[in-house]
């Protein structure tokens, strides 16, 4: 592999809605609404800040008849495919698949009727609704728990493989798979297993990853290994948290490995005793102020003259900061110098001149 290019692996396309997914297509970022579905107009309200954040495809929870009911209205007015997340009823599943939903989430191991799940199937592909097969370490089918003793990496692949094929058997493609499991390595291990021996498109991510800061780590750690091998195709980063933290931590991750990139990157160097700026507060606010501006710029914010323009000369724009002031600087070049009080304003202001020339 050369360095600094991720050679992704190479799928089938898979549709939901107008959504490509595989085939080459960018990474899709996906996250989940954490509101009664039900509850229509909270639910689409969380759905617009979502797609507001970047996100591609929103998935909801349809535990009951009612929220089943409710799809029609959610489907219709979202700006982006809605996936229903389907578990345990059949009866469930034929009524969220008249509502005009893109996708559906289907976990086989709870389930666990061939019959029912082949009838699901035919309607998905009368509807063109495409499929995502899920198989995580809490529902794993109890002949694979015998075989292996407990959901190894192998079985939850194994598991994946078999529902695969059936799906084909009845002559049914337009699905993605996802394996999960909250145990870093036995993710890494279920996909990489699977990946070496399909072309099908692999939805990844962390499950019950943890808080906003726990979860995002262990989400880094396992998603980020997993495409640099070029593994993923769509991604959830869960987190116990705000969804839309979801979205942010997701492009953070693809941005880290240059597969995509959405908003503003922050270069800012670690605290020591050489700072003589509050560049925590600074870094902040400059944070804040470029919440939601999607520009394809690094802007870097150095705390003293040792990193300076020299560590930070890929960054568009950027603070290299010292005595209580700052240079600012554009393209490695020295634009002026600005004090404390003023330097978010001005780093702004030029980040603003950025923004004009780049529409117009």
Known sequence: ?????????????????????????????????????????????????????????????????????????????????????????PRIAFISLESGIAGIRLNPGNINDKGKIREILQECKKKNIAVRLGVNSGSLEERLLEKYGYPSGEALAESALYWSEFFESVGFTNFKVSIKGSDVLQNIEANRIFAEKTDIPLHIGITEAGTLQQGSIKSAVGLGILLYFGIGDTIRVSLTADPVEEVKVAYQILSSLGLRRRGVEIISCPTCGRIEVNLPEIVKKVEERLEGIDLPLKVAIMGCVVNAIGEAREANIGLACGNKSAILFKEGKPLKRVSEEEMVDELLKEINNISKNLKG
């Open 1 to 89: 592999m050369e360095y600094g290019k991720i050679k992704r692996r190479k799928t089938r396309a898979v549709y939901v809605g107008n959504v490509k997914i595989g085939d080459n297509a960018p990474i899709v970022v996906q996250s989940m609404t954490d509101t009664k579905t039900h509850n229509i107009e909270e639910t689409l309200n969380q759905i617009n800040r979502l797609v507001e954040a970047g996100c591609e495809l929103v998935r909801v929870a349809v535990p009951t008849e009612k929220d089943a009911l409710a799809l029609k209205e959610v489907a219709k007015n979202s700006p982006v495919p809605i996936i229903a997340d389907i578990h345990f009823s």
